[in-house]
């Protein structure tokens, strides 16, 4: 299948690793041309590197910190001026902090709504003039499966993410008639460092061992392991491509099955 992703220009957040990083291979393996951001240099750089490398695409890395506005300007106008255009924007960053209702601090709380709530909506108030100029885009937010339904010590996640997702929601009714297509990918238990900090947190609150934790956690998943990190790239990469041209408004799962609503 043509996905028509060759000389297009792509903005991943957190590219350096895990999911961000597995979303920039699985474009610059279509031929888009990728900047990926986060705030070590030096892993940033290797990153590029290896990326580049493997997949014959131009990466280009840039430094910043997602939380703050002016590095998301920078990261947005940085990209634009090297490359000519923006049309895919890949929404990723770090996740909050595990903790409960009654633990969450409130520098957590901060931290919380400039990274999984503010985030979101600065990163596409900076790309959409661009992709308006360029005839139409994608915006693809890499959630968490916290906004379809609780996870234990996940509090912050949910709260805010949520509303991220109301705001994404409503910006793909907004901007529709310009040729934009906002969608959200909402992934389960898949294998990054972050998840297996979380495996190791539930470790020691149990009282069990790691390997435990992860049997347990296998065991929860009808399809009956975690998953990878490319198997979340393979939707996004769908998603930004031309043959996703009639899905916006959407979250779609990719959990093995974790999630079982019905909506």
């Known amino acids: 299948m043509e996905l028509g992703l060759r000389g297009k220009v792509a903005i991943v957040g957190g590219g ?4 961000g990083r597995a979303c920039a291979v699985g474009l610059a393996n279509e031929g888009t041309r990728v900047a990926i951001c986060s705030r070590n240099p030096e892993a940033l750089q290797q990153a590029a590197r290896e990326i580049s490398q493997e997949t014959g695409s131009e990466v280009l890395p840039i430094a910043g910190d997602l939380s703050s506005y002016d590095d998301i300007k920078s990261l947005v106008a940085q990209t634009v001026d090297h490359f000519g255009g923006l049309d895919i924007l ?9 903790a409960s209702a009654q633990d969450a601090t409130e520098e957590q709380w901060e931290q919380a709504i400039q990274l999984s709530l503010l985030f979101f909506a600065r990163m596409s108030r900076e790309a959409l003039p661009h992709m308006r100029r360029s005839g139409g885009g994608r915006i693809i937010n890499i959630f ?9 010590n996940l509090m912050l996640s949910a709260a805010t993410r949520l509303g991220a997702l109301g705001f994404a929601k409503t910006l793909a009714d907004e901007v529709a008639k310009d040729g934009i297509l906002v969608n959200n990918v909402a992934p389960g238990y898949l294998e990054t460092e972050r998840m297996m900090e979380l495996v190791e947190g539930r470790a020691r609150s149990a009282g069990i061992t790691h390997e435990q934790a992860l049997t347990d956690l296998n065991n929860m998943i009808p399809i009956g392991r975690i998953g990878r990190p490319e198997e979340l790239a393979n939707l996004v990469v769908f998603l930004a491509s031309d043959a996703a041209s009639y899905i916006t408004g959407s979250t779609i ?6 999630i079982r609503s019905m909506l």
Do not use: C, Y
Request: hydrophobic content about 30%; overall charge neutral.
């Open 253 to 258: 799962q990719v959990d093995g099955g974790v």
């Open 90 to 98: 890949v929404n990723n960053s770090g996740g909050p902090p595990a």
């Open 16 to 19: 350096s690793r895990g999911l």
């Open 144 to 152: 968490a499966s916290s906004v379809k339904q609780p996870i234990e």
